[in-house]
């Protein structure tokens, strides 16, 4: 069974530019969770999504906002890029909601700011 | 809400010595506990996770961690390590009951392990 992908594991934007990342689940996973890991923070959460809809949302400001398709892939936009959003950005997908259903993490997009 | 502390940013060792990390938690609910390594240019792996029962919990490549609730902590320990065990490893707490995924990440401790 073929893991967590995202794309694109390598992003450079400028600041002010908007940035939208990908992660495809598991194939049957419908739980889609994004993380922000920075070396100063660490590992933050962003949001869960769950067929279709936000279940759950991290103390981020609006300009980052996100979404699910019907197919559980999910995409995660960021508007008016900051030179602190430079992060790796991780997602996590799983079986159904609650902590007792493991997370399995995608490689993450390495985003950078300029 | 529920925050994780791990109090060694770096931990060095020799090969085949003993190691500990080390996390402690704080939590207003019961909580699931668990560990994630992380290896360069990968993403989190889970490790081993604490969701009832017996409180030693161990994983199929040697590591093992103890949930003490009167001490809060979820140390992580091997008895020997090995140089492939070097990587960084991340202590995470989640509430118990929750019907949503929220989990708390430490800062994370690298291991380095020496020849």
């Known amino acids: 069974k073929a893991g967590v992908t995202q794309t694109p594991r390598y992003l450079i934007k400028t600041r002010g530019q908007q940035v939208t990342l990908s992660c495809s689940p598991i194939?049957?996973?419908?739980?889609v969770s994004w993380y922000q890991q920075t070396p100063g923070q660490g590992l933050q959460f962003l949001f869960e999504y769950f067929s279709e809809t936000q279940r759950n949302k991290g103390n981020f400001p609006g300009r980052f906002s996100g979404r699910q398709f019907s197919n559980s892939r999910s995409e995660m936009n960021v508007s008016t890029l900051e030179l602190g959003d430079s992060a790796l950005y991780l997602c996590a997908s799983s079986l159904g909601q609650g902590a007792m259903n493991e997370q399995f993490f995608g490689p993450g997009t390495r985003l950078t700011v300029l | 809400a529920q925050s994780v502390t791990q109090l060694d940013s770096q931990v060095p060792v020799f090969e085949e010595a003993p190691v500990e990390l080390r996390c402690n938690y704080s939590?207003?609910?019961?909580?699931?506990l668990f560990w994630y390594v992380q290896y360069p240019n990968q993403g989190l792996q889970l490790l081993l996770k604490?969701?009832?029962?017996?409180?030693l919990v161990e994983s199929i490549n040697g590591f093992e961690a103890e949930f003490n609730k009167s001490q809060t902590s979820f140390h992580l320990r091997k008895p020997s390590v090995h140089i492939s065990d070097t990587a960084e490893y991340f202590c995470a707490v989640s509430g118990r009951g929750y019907n949503f995924n929220k989990f708390y990440f430490g800062s994370g401790t690298k291991l380095n392990v020496k020849p």
């Open positions: 194939s049957g996973h419908r739980s």
């Open positions: 604490y969701l009832s029962g017996s409180t």
């Open positions: 939590s207003s609910v019961s909580v699931y």
